[in-house]
């Protein structure tokens, strides 16, 4: 069955409240894919109702990011929502979003926020979460669905779900790669052909970095990992950082996280993998 398009804050609300038992959300800004399925796909399989919101988010984009430019596909994504059994697709204007403009409050990420993605990004997370928070009230969702792949921005909403009381539970999803190893990514289409062989060196530097963890410590993880991209002539790298889970320092051994940030042509690309440093 076809979801339902709600596109005001008053259709949803409508189709919130014919639903009864666990409701689930995937944000999205659209311009869906099969990493963007595997999220649906989770909540299909635990929540009652399936609500999927569809929002390029005009907070969290700089002045010169690419707000404008930004694929919208939304026939298509009613295609894949569908397939994915999603019963409401929110998808509203900024002005529904917005009705007041930029909102003067916002949800300030912490100290977080300004590392990695939040240091390249001034302001991003702010509007990410504030975003995120006005979608959690107005889904009134139960439990929310976000990919590892943006693993920074992750952990960002657990903290605010745990610091503001918010009633939700947060559920981390897998990130989906191509065959070839590139993190699935509304963004890959903007790349060209070489760019795109050029950008598999992100996925190779984690792999790499994993497999010497196994036997290294944190230095040969991160020079391992580093080897593979400077041998990128087209990737002009922003960070390369290994954290433990949380994002703090990383430990001497046990679990911890590889974090790639790098601009491949003009596009920025970020990937992540969980390694284990014996
Ligand atoms: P976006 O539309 O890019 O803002 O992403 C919407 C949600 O899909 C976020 O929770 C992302 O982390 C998640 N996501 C994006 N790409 C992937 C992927 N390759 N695998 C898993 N989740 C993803």
Known sequence: MSPVVARSRAELAAARAEMKGVVGVVMTMGALHSGHASLLRAARERADHVVLTVFVNPLQFGPNEDFDR????????????????????????????????????????????????????PGFFHGVLTVVLKLLHLTRADVAYFGEKDYQQLTLIRTMVRDLDLDVEICGVPTVRE?????????????????????????????AGAGVAAAGGPDATLAAARTELEQIPGAELDYLVLTDPDLRPPPERGPARLLVAAKVGTTRLIDNAPVEIH
Do not use: C
């Open 70 to 121: 930004y694929p919208r596909t939304f026939e298509g994504d009613v295609e894949i929502a569908t397939a994915a059994g999603v019963d409401v697709i929110f998808a509203p204007t900024p002005e529904e979003m917005y009705p007041s403009g930029e909102p003067a409050v916002r949800v300030d990420p912490g100290p977080v926020g300004e590392i990695l993605e939040g240091a390249s990004r």
């Open 179 to 207: 065959p070839d190893g590139l993190a699935l990514s509304s963004r890959n289409r903007y790349l060209s052909s070489s760019d795109r062989e050029s950008a598999l060196a992100l996925s190779r530097a984690l792999r």
